[in-house]
């Protein structure tokens, strides 16, 4: 193997350890978007069975504005649904 090539192969191997640790980032920052998201649904499901049960008639609903706001912000966008749906009950 001449210099030229080894300099090639020695640059590809830079290029794919950093690719690596930028999708190991990503990767993580996809994942805990994919978990907040499914218990933020599971948990406006329930709560929309207990509020039904104590005769309260708020329930959000399961669309995808509410879905991607539970999943990018957690419990602050369950709060915030929650919050602007009783704010309009007002």
Same mark, same amino acid.
């Given at each position: ?28 920052? !996809? &994942? ?7 218990? =933020?649904?599971?948990? +406006? @499901?329930? %709560? ?18 509410? !879905? &991607? ?7 602050? =966008?369950?709060?915030? +649904? @929650?919050? %602007? ?6």
């Amino acid at each position: 193997m001449d210099t030229k090539m080894g300099m090639i192969v020695l640059i590809a191997i830079c290029f794919l350890v950093l690719i690596i640790g930028f999708l190991r980032r990503k990767a993580e920052l !996809i &994942l805990n978007f994919i978990v907040r998201t499914i218990l =933020g649904v599971l948990a +406006i @499901y329930t %709560i929309n069975i207990v509020f039904a049960r104590f005769g309260i008639h708020v329930a959000a609903g399961m669309n995808p504005v509410n !879905i &991607l706001a539970v999943g990018s912000l957690g419990t602050g =966008g369950l709060a915030l +649904i @929650y919050g %602007i749906l009783f704010y309009n009950m007002l």
